[in-house]
T-cell receptor, first 112, second 110 residues
């Protein structure tokens, strides 16, 4: 079975631009979560979606948004990019909203 | 606010030299404590979940234990392939939001 897949793997943007990151969960998993990991730090929670509804939101500005589609895949959107948004963005899926998380390999975003 | 602190930040071991990594936490209503392994440029890989004080879990050379204030990841006779960053995380409240520590970077040398 395929694990959590994320695209693209690497991305370079300039300040002020917009970015969309994509995630496909493990087959059968209905919950998707997004995390931001800055170099040398642990991942920080951004969003959780379950059955296409937002179930949790971390301490991130409104420039960050996400959605989950009927096939349970998900997108993370970031508007008006800042240099500080440079990080590894991780998607994780789980069977239910309270189950353990399985992570993808992430999208490495560089903002110049 | 939930807090997770891991120590040491970095650890260098010789192959076969056993040691322990520490994860201390301050949370309200712990539902579970997780250990993940992360290789450079990759996402975290699930190792263990611990739910209550006194619980222990083992997998190959790794053993995780939990008390009311902290968790230990014991590594017995490590090999170079055990080199990675080990992350500890807690889950509290509803949903499955994880609060992570900053990790321990382990390097095992021949």
């Amino acid at each position: 079975d395929a694990g959590v897949t994320q695209s693209p793997t690497h991305l370079i943007k300039t300040r002020g631009q917009h970015v969309t990151l994509r995630c496909s969960p493990i087959s059968g998993h209905k919950s998707v979560s997004w995390y931001q990991q800055v170099l040398g730090q642990g991942p920080q929670f951004i969003f959780q979606y379950y059955e296409k509804e937002e179930r949790g939101r971390g301490n991130f500005p409104d420039r960050f948004s996400a959605r989950q589609f009927p096939n349970y895949s998900s997108e993370l959107n970031v508007n008006a990019l800042l240099l500080g948004d440079s990080a590894l963005y991780l998607c994780a899926s789980s069977l239910g909203s309270n189950e353990k998380l399985f992570f993808g390999s992430g999208t490495q975003l560089s903002v110049l | 606010e939930d807090q997770v602190t891991q120590s040491p930040e970095a650890l260098r071991l010789q192959e076969g030299e056993s040691s322990s990594l520490n994860c201390s936490y301050t949370v309200s209503g712990l539902r579970g404590l997780f250990w993940y392994r992360q290789d450079p440029g990759k996402g975290p890989e699930f190792l263990f979940t611990l739910y209550s004080a006194g619980e222990e879990k083992e997998k190959e050379r790794l053993k995780a234990t939990l008390t009311k204030k902290e968790s230990f990841l014991h590594i017995t006779a490590p090999k170079p392939e055990d080199s990675a960053t080990y992350l500890c995380a807690v889950i509290t409240g509803g949903g499955n939001k994880l609060t992570f520590g900053t990790g321990t970077q382990l390097k095992v040398e021949l």
